[in-house]
């Protein structure tokens, strides 16, 4: 068994999926239930007995004990965060409490757990095996150049952001625990990510809803600003190779190979809805974009090297931006409910409607 930190949100959700498809192996998954943390996401394992969901933060050490005490997980995967940068500058306040404060009071349950595991065991977890995987981002390392190459695992923190601070301060505090008690720790470093169950407050997830909604589809400054796009499930399936092969105390980024101006992703979006979900005026999607003012530090450019994952673990992604975004642009035409209950401002509502009671057993 496993342990999964803000497993209900947009990527966790994801791989407690892909877990479960790929491994069988039951987890338990903790998660506060934030605007983002939605148990929509997981409606389709009610009733698994394979997932065990538990509402609560990571900053609440008797429950987090707990549950390590009472589930003995042989890993945790470290997802839990707040992760919106500009809801990092309106409120940075929260975010150096969920992912600093609250890392840090995780990581001192988990080595206590861990401190008193067998050293080797023939079954069940032991200290030797044990692995704490932090997932991080690629906003750590600031901001490129046109012309700099894209970030390695060397590069070092120069975080622009209080979203991208915090996430230093996180990693950093998982370095420090792994030098100083011997805690087997991962890291990976993500590049932007983007699929099915991604709250509509991110690029591609608005873009989709305010096209179809007939709304403005806004642009930062001049839309030129660069990211690496990697699609969801590909990320999952790169964390799945890490906690099973990485080496401890080892960082790894993990990037699509997929660098696109934000003014392009829209107009890639607004092509494929033109084909999918033509306007009922017959004109193009493209019409509505909307370029507004940028936000305060926008980093321009974002790009990862995921060379070493693939030299030393053999994964690299499945899906190009052009099959990636098809399979999104699809999945939410394909699920409108799902996206009303989280953009009417009552999704918590919608959820117990649909499948009763807001969280299931633990």
Aim: contains cysteine.
């Amino acid at each position: 068994m496993i342990l999964v930190t803000g497993g209900a949100g947009f990527i966790g959700a994801n791989f407690v999926h892909s877990w479960l498809e790929r491994t069988g192996e039951a987890l338990v998954n903790l998660d506060k239930l934030t605007y983002a943390g939605n148990l929509a996401n997981l409606a389709a394992l009610r009733g698994d007995v394979r997932h065990v969901f538990v509402q609560g933060e990571i900053g609440d050490r008797e429950r987090v004990g707990a549950l390590l005490d009472t589930y003995r997980p042989r890993a945790v995967i470290h997802f839990a965060a707040e992760s919106h940068v500009d809801r990092s500058i309106s409120g940075p306040g929260e975010f150096i409490q969920t992912n600093v404060v609250g890392t840090f009071h995780l990581l001192e349950r988990v080595r206590d757990y861990w401190s008193r595991l067998p050293e080797t065991a023939a079954e069940g977890p032991n200290r030797q095996d044990f692995r704490f995987l932090q997932v991080s981002t690629d906003e750590v390392f600031g901001t490129l150049s046109p012309t700099d190459p894209p970030f390695a695992e060397s590069n070092p923190f120069l975080p622009n952001s209080p979203y991208a601070a915090s996430k230093a301060a996180s990693d950093h505090l998982i370095r420090a625990w792994h030098h100083t008690f011997d805690l087997p720790v991962l890291t990976t470093h993500c590049s932007n990510n983007y699929g099915p169950y991604q709250f509509p407050e991110k690029l591609i997830p608005l873009i989709i809803h305010n096209a179809l909604a007939g709304k403005p589809l806004p642009i930062y400054g001049d839309g030129l600003q660069v990211r690496d796009w990697l699609y969801v499930e590909d990320h999952c399936q790169a964390i799945m190779r890490v906690l099973e092969a990485g080496q401890k105390g080892e960082t790894y980024n993990i990037g699509g190979w997929n660098e696109q101006p934000n003014m392009d992703v829209v107009r890639i979006i607004c092509s494929v809805l033109d084909r999918l979900h033509p306007r009922a005026d017959g004109r193009g999607y493209a019409e509505q974009i909307t370029f507004v003012k940028d936000r305060p530090g926008h980093d321009r450019r974002y790009a990862i090297d995921a060379g070493k994952i693939e030299r030393m673990l053999g994964w690299k992604p499945a899906e190009t931006f052009d099959s990636g975004i098809l399979k999104t642009v699809r999945w939410y035409l394909d699920h409108a409910e799902w996206v009303h209950g989280v953009t009417s401002g009552a999704y918590r509502q919608w959820v117990q409607r649909q499948y009763g009671d807001a969280s299931f057993p633990v």
